[in-house]
């Protein structure tokens, strides 16, 4: 499948669109507290964002069956990723956030008919140091993918930085879920792998634009699917970082379009 390029003006789009996204954790991020239920934080930003003048694209999103199992239409705003869990989480009025946990909170809109997806892992209260060092191991990697992200450069490249920075500290980065083109629709060419090697893989072209968004565990990189079909967690239940960002290729460098 050809590989979407956007022009200048479908990029600015792209930006505002993701701005929203970035708009909206600066919101919820006065919530994040112990006591307060994920679902509370979903309703927080379906709010702000439908009085944006966007929409929430995860609520009712149904994507192709994965190994052989289709998941029922997203019910929630935002995706919640509570410790051991990964990505997809479901938000859930019953789960409390408790201090010492850490959240992913990953966060999709369409705005003006562009779309904008962001993920950023938020601590509640004080946490522990191991805990503390995915996170900014984590926010490293993605930092590392996106300065890969270069006209000319290959796929393999960021994926091969990301390994080549979580390895070696005693994080595993997960290889089953990966990052994606983006644009008119939540879901385009090309896949984005967060594991690689340099050079190979596809050439990135100016006006590429794609979600970078690595998950990296304490334990091993083994996932496993809960009974909902959607909430994805660790195997060993150790617990998982991720941040997200929209990237452009563009002729003078990466461009993230997903901040304020």
């Known amino acids: 499948m050809a590989i979407p390029l956007k022009t200048r003006d479908e990029i600015a789009r792209l930006r505002e669109a993701g701005r929203l996204v970035a708009e909206t ?9 112990p006591g307060v239920s994920t679902a509370e934080l979903d309703g927080i930003a379906e709010r702000y964002i439908r009085r944006r003048g966007a929409k929430p694209v995860y609520k009712g999103y149904q994507p192709e069956a994965r190994k052989g199992v289709r998941p029922p239409p997203f019910p929630g705003t935002i995706c919640v990723a509570v410790n051991e869990v990964i990505c997809h989480g479901i938000p859930n009025p019953k789960r409390r956030l ?46 590392r993918g996106i300065a890969q992200s270069r006209a000319g450069s290959h796929m393999g490249d960021i994926g091969a930085a990301i390994q080549a920075y979580a390895e070696p500290r005693g994080f595993s980065v997960v290889s089953e879920y990966v990052g994606h083109g983006v644009g008119r629709r939540l879901h385009e060419e090309p896949n984005v792998p967060h594991t690689g090697d340099a050079g190979t893989g596809i050439e990135l072209l100016p006006g590429m634009v794609f979600t970078i968004e690595p998950m990296i565990n304490l334990g091993a990189k083994d996932t496993e699917l ?35």
Not at 100 to 117: C, K, M
Not at 130 to 142: D, G, H, P, Q
Not at 252 to 259: D, H, I, K, Q, S
């Open 25 to 33: 954790y600066e919101v919820l991020r006065e919530y994040l507290a």
């Open 98 to 143: 408790r201090e010492g946990d850490i959240i992913g909170i990953d966060i999709g809109v369409l705005y003006r008919g562009w779309v904008g997806d962001s993920c950023v892992t938020f601590t509640v209260g004080a946490i522990d140091p191991r805990s503390r060092a995915l996170i900014e191991v984590t926010k490293e990697c993605l930092n």
């Open 226 to 260: 809960l009974a909902d079909r959607w909430t994805v967690v660790t195997k060993d239940r150790g617990r998982s970082a991720q941040f997200e960002h929209m990237v452009a290729i563009t002729e003078n460098g990466p461009e993230v379009l997903t901040l304020l």
